[in-house]
């Protein structure tokens, strides 16, 4: 198993870092999408008041293996 670093972070700068160990490629994309999914549902609509959002994953040398980028846009229309 090797060792990855999932980066988060949004428009506030606020950033976690969360190493875990995974043992395939497949794993490593799996546990990605789960995390970015598991963030954005607990954010409960307040992500739109940080459109901004990314994970990045890198391995244990620092490379950068996988960035999700998330963007939000609120239409005019949709203030109330």
Sequence with gaps: MDSYLFHTEDDDCKA???SLQLGSWADVQ????RVAAEM???AKGGFCNHP???LKVS???GLDL???EVNA???PAAAG
Excluded: G, H, M, P
């Excluded at 799996?30 to 999408?33: D, I, L, P, S, T």
């Design 52 to 54: 901004y959002w990314r």
């Design 66 to 68: 996988l960035v999700i």
């Design 73 to 75: 846009t609120v239409s």
């Design 16 to 18: 976690n870092d969360t």
């Design 30 to 33: 799996a546990e990605a999408v």
């Design 59 to 61: 391995d244990a040398a």
């Design 40 to 42: 954005l549902k607990q």
